[in-house]
Nanobody, 123 residues
Framework: QVQLVESGGGLVQPGGSLRLSCAAS????????MGWYRQTPGNERELVST???????NYADSVQGRFTISRDNAKNTVYLQMNSLKPEDTAVYFC?????????????????WGQGTQVTVSS
């Protein structure tokens, strides 16, 4: 199995910054993509940003230019640097990692989610 541990959420004033981290552990053979999603009460989970194994990135229009995703392949960790935060960025942020892991026999594709970390932007 693959476990994800997120950290870095909290309360910040508008215009402030936060950095989220998500570390993946377990019988990981390779990681295909890592990403961040967010969800507010009563709404569906939405994509914030993703990064592939080759470093290609994708951002939601609402965070483009303010958020930066990066990854440390050696540590199987993905980061989300969030700058110029706005009240509408308030949400629970979830990490997602997709890849291949060791199974009892051969390899198996996995698609794992973190437990979520609260980000609150308020004065």
């Amino acid at each position: 199995q693959v476990q994800l541990v997120e950290s870095g959420g909290g309360l910040v004033q508008p215009g402030g910054s936060l950095r989220l981290s998500c570390a993946a552990s377990g019988a990981i053979v390779s990681i295909i993509a890592m990403g961040w999603y967010r969800q507010t009460p009563g709404n569906e989970r939405e994509l914030v940003s993703t990064i592939t194994s080759s470093g290609s990135t994708n951002y939601a229009d609402s965070v483009q230019g303010r958020f930066t995703i990066s990854r440390d392949n050696a540590k199987n960790t993905v980061y989300l640097q969030m700058n110029s935060l706005k009240p509408e960025d308030t949400a629970v942020y979830f990490c997602n990692v997709q890849g291949r892991r060791l199974a009892e026999i051969g390899l198996r594709v996995f698609d794992s989610w973190g437990q979520g970390t609260q980000v609150t932007v308020s004065s």
